[in-house]
């Protein structure tokens, strides 16, 4: 299991300091999240989103998230279920004062980030940015941008911050490397209630074992590599998107089980024998941590987030390798569905909330809001 200590794997709130101890935020402070991605969009970004509010809210903070739908929207060019905001400066502007925040949280650089971040500028304001989206390679799997061209504007709009928080090591020295400053560590967490290795879903009809694919149905998610995979048993994928009529008719012999949400997501997940994560571009990948939660082993590439998730976790909570369906017979054969749950119980999602507050900035020199900052981490 990796090292408590490691700055990025910060885990339960017993690996880290209670939030009295890290962040003296007063109750009643105002934290406002800025985000082009939330409800009614379904992924890891909302998810922590939607989780991080409800911990913050238990803390006494007073926490919301302005994101599209209070606004004119179009939706995303290739990808129509994300709609983006259509000229939102000046009525985001007025939300903003409205609520009056104490600290500022830019979540993502679509058309909300970007007016937030040019708010925030215009009223010296200083605020936090993440990193939770490759975008330069989405990009790139869509329109053949160079990755250069857009990591460049990556870098000039979180430098207008103070602190970029990132979800993983592997995460945190990649941007190093391209140039990103001031990375702050914000690990994530997963819904233990929720996600039980019990009830299963029994899969009737399909021949054993049960791999599965969870997530969205998205070019860049590498869904084919899964599926072009000989494998025994049967294959299941569970989720929808842009790239699912084209895998349909591609896969016939592939179970397509649609969305699933709440219990019978967990069933789900439960309910296979290995979860294949074949993504070679998520910055974490929260999937991972709620199948270990019900049981079930995870099959990946050794790249950012599977690396720094399942390494140094045993061979019973899953594998990855370059060979994807080695790494898969590998988590089929060792898998331990009782060491799986007890290494998700190791993530939780106060210490992530926690962590976020230590990583925040008080929106103006001088204000009375009493924090401590957490060190940047190169």
Not at 17 to 28: H, K, R, T
Not at 120 to 136: C, D, I, M, V
Not at 158 to 177: F, I, K, P
Not at 346 to 363: D, G, K, M
Request: some cysteine; charged content about 20%; glycine content about 8%.
């Amino acid at each position: 299991m990796p090292d408590p200590v490691d700055p990025i794997q910060t885990r339960t709130s017993l690996d880290n300091p209670s939030l009295d101890d890290v962040a003296n935020l007063p109750p009643n402070s105002r934290v406002l999240i800025i985000s082009d991605a939330w409800r009614p969009q379904v992924n890891g970004v909302v998810r922590t989103l939607e989780t991080l509010v409800a911990e913050l809210q238990s803390f006494g903070i007073v926490a919301e998230v302005i994101g599209p739908e209070r606004f004119r929207t179009l939706p995303c060019p290739t990808y129509p279920d994300i709609r983006l905001s259509v000229l939102p400066r000046r009525k985001l502007a007025r939300l903003m004062a409205e609520f009056g925040p104490d600290a500022l949280h830019i979540a993502t650089e679509g058309p909300l980030g970007i007016a937030a971040r040019k708010i925030a500028k215009s009223q010296g304001w200083t605020f936090t940015t993440a990193f939770h989206t490759r975008f330069p390679e989405y990009l790139r799997a869509r329109t053949r941008v160079p990755t250069r061209i857009s990591y460049a504007w990556l870098r000039r709009f979180h430098a207008a911050g103070h602190g970029l928080m990132v979800a993983t090591e592997s995460l945190r020295q990649e941007l190093a490397a391209r140039g990103f400053q001031d990375l702050r560590a914000w690990s994530r967490g997963v819904d233990l209630s929720l996600f039980q290795p019990e009830p299963r879903e029994a899969w009737a009809g399909l021949p054993r074992p049960i791999a599965i694919y969870i997530g969205r149905v998205a070019v860049e998610k590498n869904i084919a590599a899964f599926l072009d995979l000989d494998l025994p048993g049967s294959k299941v994928v569970v989720g929808d998107g842009p790239q699912l009529a084209s895998l349909k008719a591609r896969y016939p012999g592939v179970h397509f089980a649609g969305v699933k949400h709440g219990e019978a997501l967990s069933r789900a997940y439960a309910g296979a024998d290995v979860m294949v994560f074949p993504s070679l571009t998520d910055t974490f990948g929260l999937v991972m941590l709620e199948s270990l939660a019900c049981g079930t082993p995870v099959a990946a590439f050794p790249v950012t987030g599977p690396k720094d998730v399942l390494v140094g976790g045993g061979d019973a909570i899953g594998a990855v390798d370059t060979d994807l369906r080695a790494a898969v017979l590998r988590a089929l054969a060792n898998g331990d569905r009782i060491a799986c749950r007890a290494f998700a119980e190791t993530f939780s999602w106060r210490a992530c909330a926690e962590r976020f507050v230590t990583n925040l900035v008080p929106i103006r020199e001088g204000l009375e809001v009493s924090m401590n900052f957490a060190p940047a981490l190169g």
